[in-house]
């Protein structure tokens, strides 16, 4: 008899267990707001010759991200920005702070996302042997990110990246990055997020402590001339899990920081690679359609997507890469027509 009720009180306990977690579970949905409709402005050299904002909001975009680049040379410690006003107008804090002001008198909500190009390599590359030398480059790093965290604050910026693609920074290193997100959170009160790159953003130990599960998704998808739609959404099932899996895991939405597609032969695979023989490549319009609207038809109504950026919008046709027509940017091409049909729906 004492054996059976202790059985009893085993299953109930159980029982009340699997309950409490399921409420915990249902207690803890993923706060998701209205999906952004972003694009990612290319800074341009000199001051804007007429607003480029209503010609964003015709797309039916509603966010721009401001991308003021600085550089670290492969083995030196340290971040460079506008030493000398060497910077582009757009890069520089007056250019800066000018097209966050444009954008807000039109309605455009702000991503600020400062971001570090390394010459010869990519952010992933970025690594250092000696720990003085990782040292170095972390405190040049958060000189330069809570500058644009001050920016952030006084006008008001809905949105702050604090990185994009550290690959091996934000693994072998998540201290730093969680101490860093602490000092920026005690000048800045909007929303944080961090923009890893599609095959780091798994082992990122620190979403926790940020608002969105950043994800630059230019994932490998189907490596033909011209995929379909449908071949690319299918190609997206294994991706589309793994980022739910994510969203689910650390209870936040996931946001696109960036995402899109070269207009030639075979975008639907390793842009990063296409990029170095682009002037060789075919234009192909058709091919950068499908994989927009592929990836907009996948993750559009998804509980867990927040939305994205798209990689990326020249203001006023003016920018520094010299092959347009094959560039990411939809401007003028069929795959401007795509976005505008999903960025202009509900």
């Known amino acids: 008899m004492l054996h059976r009720t202790f059985l009893l009180l085993s299953l109930a306990l159980l029982l009340f267990g699997c309950e409490q977690s399921v409420m915990h579970a249902q207690s803890n949905p993923i706060k998701k707001s209205s999906i952004i409709r972003g694009l990612s402005f290319v ?33 030196e410690p340290t971040v460079h920005y506008n030493k000398q006003k060497w910077q582009w107008w757009g890069e520089r804090p007056e250019g800066c702070e000018e097209t966050i002001l444009k954008a807000q008198a039109t309605g455009i909500k702000i991503m600020l996302k400062p971001q570090v190009y390394i010459p010869g390599s990519w952010p992933g590359g970025l690594d250092f042997e ?71 953003y798994q082992e990122v130990e620190f979403w926790d402590k940020l608002d969105f599960i950043g994800v630059d998704a230019y994932f490998p998808l189907v490596q033909k ?32 920081t960036e995402f899109g597609y070269l ?37 559009w109504s998804e509980p867990y997507w927040q939305g994205g950026f798209l990689w990326k919008w020249f203001p006023n046709g003016e920018g520094h890469e010299g092959y347009v027509h094959k560039d990411y940017t939809p401007q003028g091409k069929i795959a401007e027509e795509t976005l505008t049909n999903w960025y202009s729906s509900e």
């Not at 341009?44 to 480029?52: Q, W, Y």
């Not at 693609?165 to 997100?181: G, V």
């Not at 001339?225 to 650390?250: D, R």
Request: glycine share 4%; proline share 6%.
């Open 263 to 299: 207009s030639v032969d075979g975008c639907t695979y390793n842009n990063w690679e296409l990029e170095g023989k682009v002037k060789s490549l075919s234009v192909n319009e058709q091919a950068q359609a499908n994989a927009l609207e592929a990836l907009f038809q996948v993750f």
């Open 43 to 75: 800074a341009p050299p000199k001051p804007f010759p007429k607003n480029p904002m209503p010609a964003i909001q015709e797309v039916g975009a509603d966010w721009i991200a401001v991308i003021p680049f600085a550089y670290t040379r492969l083995g």
């Open 225 to 256: 001339k011209t995929a379909t739609v449908n071949q690319i959404a299918k190609a997206w099932k294994k991706p589309q899990q793994e980022i739910k899996a994510i969203a689910e895991k650390f209870s936040k939405p996931v946001l696109f």
């Open 130 to 200: 000696q720990e003085e030398d990782w040292k170095a480059w972390e405190i040049s790093y958060e000189k330069y990110m809570l500058a644009f965290a001050k920016m952030a604050e006084t006008h008001q910026v809905e949105l702050f990246c604090i990185g994009t693609e550290f690959k091996q920074s934000s693994i072998k290193r998540p201290h730093f990055w969680r101490q860093l997100i602490q000092k920026i959170r005690a000048q800045y009160s909007g929303q944080l997020t961090y923009a890893a790159n599609w095959d780091e």
